[in-house]
């Protein structure tokens, strides 16, 4: 996690418009999308700033598109990111999966609001943390980070380059309609004070680059188009050199080092926020703009002599299984607020293994969880 | 506790109460240094749908960004004084534009015609938000009426900074007016 905030003077900046700020930080020149509330204003910046950056800004005829284009563009050297919402997250999914097997690096923000389908276009949701997991088809790893104030739009959006650079995968952001809306002052940090993280490139003399040799990280040396290195990109499954294969020597490998290369490095990609956990008895497992009103209310049991702690998950997937197993060892009870059914609240029970006992909080009526409904329920458990 | 205020500026779609909460959050957060969340609620249409701006001003960092109980509550339609008057924490102040409330929930609340003085005074309709702010600033206090200046110059388009100086003036007179026309009458404290 990035924590410093140095330097310079304050903006107010909403959700949105911080993230354009931490993709330009973390090197992004090229963004495709399709506007959706309440991810325009993504789309709005970018074509603002990015032009006056030597990047591009283009604007697709819809969201199959804007993924299409962003893969290219990553492909061709370039950082790249598109935005969108419910609807066109959608339409993302094959694409998607292609970024996924092809090892494109890419970023996709997803700012949740009411579904299915056009649902609740105005108001808050977190109704597609599954399929941020399983939305595209195939078994497959992948990295999704979830936001929750607007500095986290900037700090975040910048560490989702640096994974999707440093493994070679697709990330996507998953924020809502609150925090992408929700204007907050913030001190963008200098350049310098940020790490970036560039792909790895070939050194070897381009005759000799194997594009998809397996490396002791998982990951190889990604070749730019237009650099020398000519390789075979394709969404079907491929050995060593990039062309298809179905011979099962050259399919397993393959498929073990696309999950390998996200699997072994769980530590450094699962990042949690623990506040007031070391003595608590209940616990409540949040994220999104529902980790705020959580916050709230852990302050609030405590002041009424509840102990309470929060456990804020900042990836939600790879599920951050190992730093949350021994809270439920340790406490009487797990809260789960969401803007879903349960949708993650299934992933803690799951883990859980009936260590403590798990409830969940559900709201789905595109309206935010109040400190006070979480407080009710800390009370009770 | 630290002490957090909660203003709700509420109306329709299009009264500028968005651009309203943002003058706002940048004149206490940016100008005055403060913590600071600007939230909004509106429906899909560009104009008329019920729209609420909120602004969260605190002496430390702002977990939960949305209002609980308004300190502040400005209503610049009947419909909006209607749905939130009593969510106001005990004590609040509510504003309304008298214009365009006709029926007021409770006698405490302070009724000025930002949209007739928009209109009158300062020619354009379309500023009643401004006003609404100057007087909104001048009767709570929340903001020093320097910060809000600066903080709607550098908001409103260029060439309109005259225009909207005299909306924030006319709309702080009308406060001041109401507040020296309340001190005259000997009202009972409870």
Not at chain 1, 38 to 54: H, R
Not at chain 2, 126 to 141: R, Y
């Amino acid at each position: 996690m990035i924590n410093s905030q140095i330097m310079s003077h304050p903006v107010l900046l909403q959700g949105n418009e911080a993230m354009v700020e931490g993709a330009l930080a973390a090197g992004c020149r090229f963004f495709a999308g399709y506007p959706i509330t309440p991810a325009t204003e993504i789309s709005e910046a970018m074509s603002i700033k990015l032009p006056a950056l030597g990047g591009t800004f283009i604007q697709m005829e819809d969201e199959i598109a804007s993924m299409g284009a962003i893969i290219g563009a990553s492909l061709a050297g370039v950082k790249s990111m598109t935005a969108t919402s419910g609807p066109g997250f959608s339409l993302m999914q094959e694409n998607l999966g292609f970024a996924v097997i092809a090892e494109v690096p890419c970023v996709i923000v997803n700012v949740m609001r009411g579904g299915p389908s056009t649902g609740l276009p105005t108001h808050v949701s977190q109704g597609d943390v599954q399929q941020a997991r399983w939305g595209t088809h195939g078994d497959h790893p992948i990295i999704v980070l979830s936001v929750s104030d607007t500095w986290e739009c900037f700090a975040l959006t910048v560490k989702a380059f640096n994974l999707s650079e440093e493994f070679r995968t697709p990330v996507i952001i998953l924020s809502d309609e609150v925090v992408a809306h929700t204007r907050e002052k913030i001190i963008l940090p200098n350049p310098e004070e940020l790490e970036i993280v560039d792909r790895l490139k070939p050194t070897m003399p381009p005759e000799w680059y194997i594009p998809y040799e397996d490396t002791p990280r998982g990951v190889p040396p990604m070749g730019i188009f237009g650099d020398g290195y000519r390789y075979h990109v394709t969404g079907l499954i491929h050995d060593v050199r990039g062309f298809p294969t179905e011979r099962p020597d050259e399919i397993v490998p393959f498929m073990e080092r696309l999950f390998r290369k996200i699997n072994q490095h769980f530590a450094e990609i699962q990042m949690v926020e623990e506040y007031l956990t070391a003595d608590a008895e209940v616990l409540v497992a949040a994220y999104g703009a529902v980790a705020r009103s959580a916050k709230r209310a852990v302050d609030d049991a405590r002041s009424r002599g509840v102990k309470a702690g929060l456990f804020k998950l900042i990836t939600l997937w790879p599920f951050p299984r190992r730093v949350l197993e021994p809270h439920l060892r340790q406490v009487r009870a797990v809260l789960v607020p969401e803007l879903n059914k349960g949708q993650i609240a299934r992933e803690v029970k799951r883990i859980n293994q009936g260590a403590t006992r798990v409830e969940t909080l559900s709201r789905i009526d595109g309206r935010l969880i109040t400190p006070d409904e979480i407080l009710a329920r800390l009370l009770k458990l | 506790m630290a002490k957090r205020v909660e203003i709700r500026l509420a109306g329709s779609g299009g009264q500028g109460l968005i651009l309203a909460g943002v003058i706002l959050a940048e004149a206490a957060g940016i100008h005055e240094g403060k913590f600071v969340a600007q939230t909004q609620s509106y429906g899909p249409e560009a104009r008329g749908g019920a729209s609420k701006s909120e602004v969260v001003i605190s002496d430390e960092a702002i977990d939960y960004p949305k209002a609980v109980k308004p300190d502040v509550l400005l209503c610049l339609n009947q419909k909006a004084c209607d749905t939130y008057i009593f969510d106001v924490k005990p004590g609040g102040t509510v504003i309304v534009d008298e214009t365009l409330v006709p029926h007021l929930p409770t006698s405490r609340a302070v009724a000025i015609p930002f949209t007739h003085i928009a209109r009158e005074e300062v020619g354009r309709d379309m500023l009643a938000n401004i006003v609404a702010l100057g007087a909104l600033a001048a009767l709570t206090g929340i903001v020093s009426l320097e910060s809000l200046e600066a903080a709607v110059l550098a908001r409103v388009p260029r060439g309109t900074e005259e225009l909207n100086r005299k909306a924030l003036k006319a709309g702080i007179n009308a406060a001041q007016k109401h507040l020296s026309a309340k001190t005259a009458q000997t009202a009972p404290e409870w």
